[in-house]
């Protein structure tokens, strides 16, 4: 143990979406319970600066540029943290956008690039681990960063709720193809967390709604959960800690809520 965090030394990580919010978070905590972070992000110039933050040594964390809707930027990404740091462990699909819309106007072009980026970039970062992981023989944990949102529907987000409620059937069945390889999935569920997508929403949903700021955050995002509170990076970062590093095959393909009691099952 390191403190009171599960040890991930030795372990090479991936987090896509981690030049910022949660998926950087998750990966501060991978290195600060000694894994080595590759921070993946479109913003190359974002992933540079946050893994010479974490290592300015460069040893045990480096940036690497990722558009995870192109299937060469992810093989190649890929294939190079695994090259720099001799295999891949652990994969946090975590990148992500929000677009909100009512059906009737949801743009289709927008509606595929939803898709896109959640679930084919999920699908493509998955295969491209899977054949290191595989090929190494160590086993490896995979992680989807879903929502609440895919477990139950909210008004205006149909290619995100869409979207997440999708990423729970790739990880089970990934589960059930990776555990003869010792390959762990899951999908982390976070409620709304304070971060600059959701702060973009507010006032989007307000307009939307005819509704305060104040409103959508009190009535909207916050009125289902039992303390009106916001889940917070943290939140998230300690419970991805938490099952990257579960030892066995016994806790995988589940889904796990981490949202203030929003939602319970």
Same mark, same amino acid.
């Given at each position: ?50 893994? $010479? ?7 045990? %964390?480096? &940036? #690497?540029?990722?558009? !995870?809707?192109?299937?060469?930027? /992810? ?95 790739? $990880? ?7 555990? %003869?390889? &010792? #390959?762990?999935?899951? !999908?982390?569920?976070?409620?709304? /967390? ?72």
């Amino acid at each position: 143990m390191q403190g009171s965090l599960p040890v991930l030394t030795d372990k090479t990580a991936i987090v896509t979406g981690a030049a910022s919010g949660i998926g950087r978070e998750i990966a501060r905590q991978f290195f600060d319970a000694g894994a080595r972070v590759a921070i993946a992000d479109l913003n190359i110039d974002g992933a540079n600066a946050v893994a $010479a933050e974490f290592d300015p040594s460069g040893a045990r %964390a480096m &940036g #690497v540029a990722m558009d !995870v809707t192109s299937e060469a930027a /992810v093989d190649a990404g890929i294939d190079a943290v695994a090259q720099r740091f001799g295999g891949i462990d652990i994969l946090v699909s975590n990148a992500g956008i929000q677009i909100v819309a009512p059906v009737e106007n949801f743009a289709f072009a927008d509606w595929q690039k939803m898709l896109a980026i959640h679930l084919d970039g999920a699908f493509l970062t998955t295969r491209a681990c899977l054949r290191h992981m595989y090929a190494q023989g160590r086993g490896g944990s995979i992680l989807y960063m879903g929502s609440v949102h895919s477990k139950e529907a909210s008004v205006l987000k149909a290619a995100y709720v869409t979207a997440k409620h999708g990423l729970l059937g790739l $990880a089970r069945v990934v589960a059930k193809e990776g555990a %003869a390889h &010792g #390959v762990r999935t899951n !999908v982390i569920c976070p409620g709304f /967390v304070r971060t600059p997508l959701v702060d973009k929403q507010i006032p989007e949903q307000a307009a939307k709604l005819g509704i305060s700021e104040e409103d959508v955050i009190k009535n909207v995002m916050l009125k289902a959960t039992v303390d009106g509170e916001f889940t917070t990076v943290d939140d998230v970062a300690r419970t991805a800690l938490f099952l990257a590093a579960f030892p066995t095959n016994a806790l995988t393909g589940q889904s796990i809520i981490v949202s203030h009691g929003w939602f319970m099952e």
